[in-house]
């Protein structure tokens, strides 16, 4: 019986020193939920608060609407994969994956065919008799999850399950993942450092940074719509101009500005604001309008040539020496070299304007 | 891995099992080790008068002067034996390195008052090279006995430790500095000195001071051999044994002065070498490379020639206990007569032996493998203090400890003493740290996460523990219950204080019955005792599959 996680004003000490100072987040029912953040913000502590494996101490975490709390980890039905996959080494693939179930009220003959198709859903029916010693990572793996999954938890727990994997079975494996995780419908929530792999698994993103919790949202509103600078430098990479905001007038350069109508929030004060322009969402101008910037080197990745642009007037980039720029070769008319000179112009639906602070300033963005 | 779970779980319960019986089986002798030794005997009123005696009287003193002098001379030779042996074969093409190891580790682990009494028998006053040299060649072999006597003995028996130790340290130097040296146009004989001495400095410390500890704690062979040489653990033990009838005041305070003294080397030493260790590990150790014929010829020469030195006790010991015997003597001839005379009078100590061994070592495993889980798993006050306590026992000497349990226990509410318990008791205390070490090694090597895992399926603490946990700990637990089951069967100095007619084991007969001149008897224990060091050593072997020892 999947459920639904409701996370209030939770704090985590270690001694003295405070992770999480005070964080609520509710998923839903089936979901998808990814924690993304930068290493030590505080993802695994969270993810062990709702396993049970760490003290909370102070705030309540509720299952549908039972507190959770004071009950220890192994009665809270939920399923666990490692990041180390955590695989018992001493038992064979089908006891791994059995395991659970004896702790569990089911009749062996039923206990037995819940194994046996699980095995199949993670594609590994044909070790089943194996030692784990004996299983590539991908495999040990797919045990772990079967092994989480098989008990039909409460909740699904990950925390990095794919970092000790290579970039192909990576990718393999997370659409294994999803595609599992949806067949079963179970809650899941899902631990990771990767921005891509939260990106494409994820129905909602939590990013968080210092155990503070930035923007819960789904990937394409926290990719088009990043709720400060950080979030926007951290998904993805973000160029960030110094611009001036008056009305709904964004200006660039003394002789570049954009229209931001019913963009930027109707409330915005005028005056200096931080604009973040993602890599591939500049418009090369023919016409030689909008901001002109020079080639300083350009690397061809194959389906994209990113550059490295400077421009003449530092005061535009406070704190970056360069920008860069994602060219598409399916649309290039050609690739320039370092020295000459182009001109860029943004898409006024793609930018987000941040205040100096770096909140966004966008309308429809929650503070 | 700290869990939210109740506080009051099954470890919650465990640790505080453990606890009490840390209390009632060690704090409390110890407390009243040193109480008793404030007492005055007639009037049970407070004295300093026996720690005034010690200081005062000669007798007394020089016996602390005796096994300071003797230990340090020990120490100082173990090292220079052991260490070259142990940079020879490792850095050099020696033939039989296998055998070598081996013999260096039975020579080891066998009893240890063994060779105190072979050599009697080889090199003593009527004894066998002693008489050949008198009778053939007029001449008068110098005397065994006294202060050259222990220090041949313990030599021989403890620079095993330094060698295994060093071995060790030179298996994890990569080969690369060594080349590095070179390369820098360091030649062979200046690397040594000042690159892989350097490295293994704080190895050798370590094993050094296994060496002073043994040595110091040594009562079997200065008591045999010693003779008007007294040092501390035989000082202790005839004062206790002349004090008796229920008071023991001035051994007491013998004892604790000993308990003092080893505390404060122990921590000494524990603090030099966490100033200067390295962590190594080689990638590429080093490999043996060949020696030029001269030199190859020495190195042999020098390895073989001192390991069968050191073999020399049970060599003699097993040829002895074959040999027919009249009263005291060894007649020409061969029987099995010495081995029908103690299946006949002994025999009770034989199964004592076993019985007290194998219930001590289910009380090890068990008790091993929960202070270890408590100590890396569960750290906090309690389990770190327990940590600590159970690593005292192995610095103490035993005869210190037999006092201490003798002590404690001889007067209600808990009377053990001349029970088979407080021998098991003291079996349990003294050989714990070797089971409990390498518990702690293996789990060091088991992640968390698998408990948890299990954990999280459903599976309550406690059943994760048998279930997964101890399963995974099995082979680091069995390894130390071995070197743990061989230490046990192997014990003299405590059980020696505590033993009883009915409760006598091997060691102790072995003892009882050279102090009665009855060497073949003594010889024919001595095999049976041997034989089965070398058996459990070879289940050791092929449990670890390797010829490691970590002690
Ligand atoms: N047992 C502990 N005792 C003290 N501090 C801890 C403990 N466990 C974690 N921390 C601290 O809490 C912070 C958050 O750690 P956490 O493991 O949750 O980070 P994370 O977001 O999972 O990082 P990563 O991506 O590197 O796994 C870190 O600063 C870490 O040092
Ligand atoms: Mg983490």
């Keep these: ?367 | 891995m700290k869990l939210a779970a109740s506080p009051r779980d099954f470890w919650f319960w465990t640790t505080l099992c453990i606890a009490a019986l840390f209390i009632v089986f060690l704090v409390y002798p110890l407390f009243s080790l040193f109480a008793s030794s404030f007492v005055d005997a007639e009037s049970g009123a407070f004295t300093w008068s026996h720690y005034a005696a010690f200081f005062r009287k000669k007798y007394y003193y020089r016996a602390l002067l005796n096994s300071m002098s003797v230990t340090a001379c020990v120490t100082v030779l173990a090292v220079l034996i052991g260490a070259p042996i142990a940079y020879l074969t490792s850095a050099f093409h020696i033939r039989g390195k296998k055998l070598l190891d081996t013999l260096i580790i039975i020579s080891m682990l066998s009893p240890p008052f063994i060779g105190a009494y072979s050599w009697i028998l080889l090199a003593g006053r009527s004894g066998l090279i002693t008489t050949f040299f008198a009778e053939q060649l007029g001449i008068r072999t110098p005397t065994i006995y006294g202060f050259s006597g222990i220090l041949l003995v313990l030599t021989l028996k403890l620079y095993p430790f330094v060698y295994l130790y060093v071995s060790g340290a030179l298996k994890s130097i990569d080969i690369s500095l060594s080349e590095a040296a070179e390369s820098l146009g360091c030649d062979p004989l200046r690397k040594v000195f000042t690159i892989i001495l350097p490295l293994i400095t704080p190895t050798v410390l370590a094993g050094a001071l296994l060496v002073f500890m043994n040595a110091l704690a040594d009562f079997g062979t200065p008591m045999l051999i010693g003779e008007g040489f007294v040092v501390m653990p035989v000082l202790i033990y005839s004062e206790f044994v002349s004090e008796m009838g229920g008071q023991a005041n001035f051994a007491a305070a013998l004892a604790a002065i000993m308990v003092v003294i080893t505390c404060l080397i122990f921590l000494g030493q524990k603090y030099v070498v966490n100033k200067k260790s390295f962590t190594m590990s080689a990638l590429r150790p080093m490999k043996p490379s060949q020696l030029p014929a001269v030199q190859n010829t020495l190195a042999h020469v020098f390895i073989y020639g001192l390991v069968f030195l050191s073999i020399v006790p049970q060599i003699t010991v097993v040829y002895t206990s074959f040999m027919k015997t009249r009263g005291s003597m060894f007649v020409p001839g061969f029987s099995l007569e010495s081995y029908a005379t103690i299946f006949d009078k002994l025999g009770a100590a034989i199964t004592n032996t076993y019985v007290f061994g194998l219930v001590a070592i289910l009380i090890i495993i068990v008790l091993g493998m929960f202070i270890a889980y408590l100590s890396t798993r569960r750290r906090n006050l309690i389990t770190s203090i327990i940590d600590t306590f159970t690593m005292f026992p192995y610095i103490i000497p035993g005869s210190v400890l037999g006092i201490t349990l003798l002590l404690a226990f001889n007067k209600p509410p808990m009377v053990l003493s001349g029970t088979a318990a407080i021998i098991v008791l003291a079996f349990v205390v003294r050989r714990l740290p070797y089971t409990l070490r390498s518990s702690a090694a293996i789990l060091y090597q088991i992640s968390p996460s698998i408990e948890e895992a299990s954990i999280s399926l459903g599976c309550p603490p406690m059943r994760t523990f048998f279930k997964v946990t101890a399963v995974m700990m099995l082979p680091g637990v069995m390894a130390g219950a071995i070197l743990s089951w061989i230490t046990v069967i192997n014990e003299l100095s405590a059980s020696v204080i505590l033993y009883t007619g009915s409760t006598r084991t091997m060691s102790v007969s072995i003892y009882t019955e050279v102090i009665r001149a009855s060497y073949g008897t003594a010889a024919a224990l001595s095999s049976i005792l041997t034989l089965t060091t070398v058996i459990s050593l070879m289940i050791f072997f092929k449990l670890t599959g390797s010829k490691e020892l970590s002690l």
């Design chain 1, 1 to 367: 019986m999947s459920v639904s996680i409701h996370v209030q004003n939770v704090v985590k000490k270690y001694g003295q020193v405070t992770i999480i100072p005070d964080l609520s987040l509710d998923i839903e029912n089936g979901e998808f939920f990814t924690l993304l953040g930068p290493s030590g913000c505080g993802k695994t502590t969270l993810l062990r608060m709702i396993a049970g494996f760490n003290s909370i101490e102070a705030g309540l975490i509720k299952f549908d609407e039972e507190v959770i709390n004071a009950i220890p980890a192994h009665k809270r039905n939920i399923g666990m994969v490692f990041q180390n996959y955590a695989v018992f080494p001493h038992l064979t693939v089908r006891r791994n994956v059995e395991y659970g179930l004896q702790f569990r009220d089911v009749a062996n003959s039923e206990a037995a065919a819940r194994v046996d198709a699980m095995l199949k859903t993670v594609r590994i029916e044909d070790y089943a008799d194996r030692l784990p010693e004996r299983l590539s990572g991908g495999q040990q793996q797919r045990v772990a999850l079967a092994r989480a999954i098989v008990v039909h938890p409460n909740v699904l727990l990950m925390d990095e399950p794919l970092s000790n994997l290579d970039a192909k079975l990576r990718v393999e494996m997370r659409a294994a993942i999803r595609d599992i995780q949806k067949t079963v419908g179970i809650t899941t929530v899902y631990v990771t450092h990767d921005q891509e792999e939260a990106l494409c698994i994820s129905d909602r993103i939590a990013v968080m940074r210092e155990g503070v919790i930035q923007q819960i949202d789904a990937p394409q509103v926290i990719y088009s719509r990043p709720v400060n600078t950080f979030v926007a430098s951290f998904i993805g990479h973000s160029n960030l101009f110094a611009t001036s905001l008056s009305g709904q007038q964004l200006r660039f350069s003394p002789d570049y500005a954009v229209d931001l109508r019913g963009l930027v929030r109707s409330d915005a004060p005028s005056g200096k604001t931080v604009t973040g322009v993602r890599p591939e969402e500049f418009a090369l101008s023919s016409a030689g309008l909008g901001l002109a910037a020079r080639v300083v080197k350009s690397t061809f990745l194959g389906r994209y040539v990113n550059y490295e642009l400077a421009f003449g007037d530092a005061s535009l980039l406070p704190d970056q020496a360069a920008i860069e720029f994602s060219q598409d070769i399916g649309t290039a008319k050609m690739i320039y070299q370092p020295g000459d000179v182009i001109h860029l112009e943004v898409n006024p639906e793609k930018i987000n304007v941040f205040t100096e602070a770096g909140e966004s300033l966008m309308s429809g963005v929650r503070p």
